[in-house]
């Protein structure tokens, strides 16, 4: 007698599972930890194996068939995400034509959908931009192929916080008052003045304008620290040039502006500014020994300075703007006070301005309050009072504008305490559905739960005290075992409930002795099995294919003629679908 079946079955089942990726479903979701500035690997990520999910397609979709999901908690209120399929040249991976969305909500539960795109144009890329998204709250990202694609994607997610919106003309350029990270989204045109560059290397081709799709920024500096910075476009294989201006005359002074750098080079990908490089220009030839980038510059206190990024492809897609070095930009200094510093939800709290600014004036204030504040959001200097009707970590985001049209962020995190005691809470689990394996040593559990209270309608749940609450209220593919369940809610009120989940004896059947007949005898086998209470029926088959005639219903006991030396193999199954072989 052998077990050999139901350690294949086994092993079948569990590379099933293993084609599968861990987030093909939304409550499954990858959570990304460094949203501000996060770009997977190369080929790392993949919808392949994955099944459609329990949600629609979003609003672009035509179909979701291979959908995989990702979150992400916003700490800014802009977004920028790209998915990068084959886009050639080794980046991005295998992925043809990629759609994503945007969402917020409760997996399981109803899903707000934020943004939409699908590659329609076949370029393999898409980029979804979002502005507006609430501090502290969780996010989703849900990525698929077109025309039931499959393959591996390169995901990149920046979340940040803007700066006033580019000019395309020196005279409008955005005024940058400190060297946070940011995107540029979009760009479109060369403004009114499309000749700007003319006197520096990209003004070389005399038959060209000197730009195509541009934008400017200006800043003054506030230290005498090195100038480093790295522009990448959002789709690698645009060529994004940039001119390096001194403003003699301070900000305003765009007629007089002196060329210290200026990026021409015909090369696709990454350009900018760092300490390693010594040429000074790179023309428009992408010549051998040019990589994009040109020598650091030291700035000098209280000089003013501008910088156009043009995109010569001109395929109106946007760049990322990060700056490195020792530079620091004059600006205000965001800043505010929390009163008291730890609360509980329901309690007031007082938002304090404590911003500053020493070369000018503080003449705008924007402040968001984050996730579930009773005040979401205030446009004068306060000070505010707020409360919270949940628990956990709070972000407050204050940004100043000053006099000369930049902007600065501040964030702050408070964590709320809870506030269950103070509403005598009455949160109760109920166990809704608890299934035992099916068949022995089939890890197919299953429960489900439910929160139930007077005063709220948003549950958490953790299993057997993992550290990972999370608003599914459904555990599937459980093994035997006893298990404990917690519900909490937004207050901070908890129940639990504990239960054990069983299995049946494991089937077995016996085939019989092996025989040894003569040629063209038959032979009668008679197979037995248990637990004998189950109801099962047998299957046999022949290694040789000879008949096989069943003398009983249930076809344990068959008759057979061997043609030689043959293996004769039973299965059964009972109700319950349990398979045995021998």
């Known amino acids: 007698m052998c077990r050999i079946f139901i350690f294949i079955i086994c092993f ?3 590379g099933i599972l293993y084609g599968q990726p861990i987030n093909d479903e939304c409550r499954r979701a990858i959570r990304i930890d460094n949203a501000t500035n996060y770009c997977s690997p190369i080929n790392t990520l993949s919808n392949e194996g994955a099944t459609a999910s329990n949600y629609d397609p979003a609003n672009c979709w035509s179909e979701a068939s291979h ?4 979150s992400f908690v916003a700490l800014a209120t802009d977004v920028s995400i790209i998915v990068k399929g ?5 980046a991005g991976g295998t992925l043809l034509r990629p759609q994503a969305a945007l969402y917020s909500g409760q997996c399981g539960g109803s899903l707000n959908e934020w943004e939409c795109l699908a590659d329609l144009n076949a370029n393999n890329i898409v980029e979804l931009k979002q502005s507006g998204l609430i501090l502290g709250t969780t996010y989703f990202i849900r990525i698929d192929g077109m025309d039931d694609n499959t393959g591996s994607f390169q995901l990149c997610i920046r979340n940040f916080q803007p700066p006033t919106a580019p000019g395309q003309d020196c005279r409008t350029a955005s005024i940058l008052c400190d060297t946070s990270a940011f995107v540029v989204q979009t760009v479109t045109g060369a403004g009114q003045e499309t000749d700007e560059a003319r006197n520096s290397c990209l003004g070389v081709l005399v038959d060209i304008s000197s730009e195509q799709q541009s934008t400017w920024f200006k800043w003054e500096a506030a230290n005498d620290g090195m100038l480093e910075f790295t522009l990448t476009p959002l789709d690698s294989r645009d060529d994004i040039d940039f001119v390096l201006y001194e403003l003699p005359g301070g900000l305003s002074d765009c007629d007089n502006k002196v060329v210290l750098r200026c990026m021409g080079t015909a090369c696709a990908g990454p350009t900018g500014l760092n300490i390693e490089s010594s040429d000074f220009e790179e023309d428009y ?12 510059v030291q700035m000098v206190p209280g000089q003013a300075y501008a ?21 620091e930009f004059a600006g205000p200094v965001p800043d505010f006070e929390i009163v008291p510093s730890q609360a509980a939800c329901g309690d007031t709290i007082t ?14 204030y924007s402040w968001t309050f984050g996730d579930d504040a009773d005040v979401v959001a205030a446009n004068t200097q306060g000070p505010h009072n707020i409360s919270y009707s949940s628990f956990g970590p709070k972000y407050i985001l204050l940004q100043v504008e000053s006099d000369k049209g930049c902007l600065k962020s501040e964030i702050k995190r408070i964590d709320i305490d809870t506030c269950c005691s103070a509403l005598n809470g009455d949160l109760m689990l109920n166990i809704i559905n608890q299934q035992d394996l099916t068949c022995y040593n089939i890890p197919d559990g299953f429960i489900e739960v439910s929160g139930q209270t007077s005063y709220s309608s948003d549950y958490l749940y953790e299993l057997n005290a993992n550290g990972d609450f999370a608003p599914f209220s459904s555990f599937e593919e459980l093994d035997i075992g ?3 369940i917690v519900v909490m809610d937004k207050f901070g009120c908890t129940d639990s409930v504990q239960l054990e989940l069983t299995e049946p004896a494991e089937l077995i059947v016996d085939a019989g002795e092996d025989v040894a007949p003569d040629l063209g005898i038959s032979v009668e086998f008679n197979a037995t099995y248990g637990p004998a209470a189950r109801m099962v029926n047998g299957t046999w088959i022949s290694s040789n294919g000879d008949s096989i005639r069943c003398l009983d219903p249930l076809c344990l006991s068959v008759e057979v003629l061997p043609p030689g030396p043959t293996d004769y193999i039973i299965t059964i199954e009972d109700q319950s679908g349990c398979l045995a072989m021998d």
């Open 351 to 364: 938002i304090d301005d404590r911003s500053s600014y020493l070369n000018g004036d503080i003449v705008g």
């Open 482 to 484: 006893l298990y404990s």
């Open 86 to 90: 084959n886009i050639g040249d080794d």
């Open 12 to 14: 079948y089942a569990f």
């Open 307 to 327: 910088l156009l990024v043009n995109n010569f492809t001109s395929s109106g897609v946007g760049f990322s703007f990060e700056f490195g070095g020792t530079a």
């Open 285 to 296: 030839n992408c010549d051998p020994g040019e990589d994009g980038f040109v020598r650091a």
């Open 67 to 70: 959908d995989v999901w990702f």
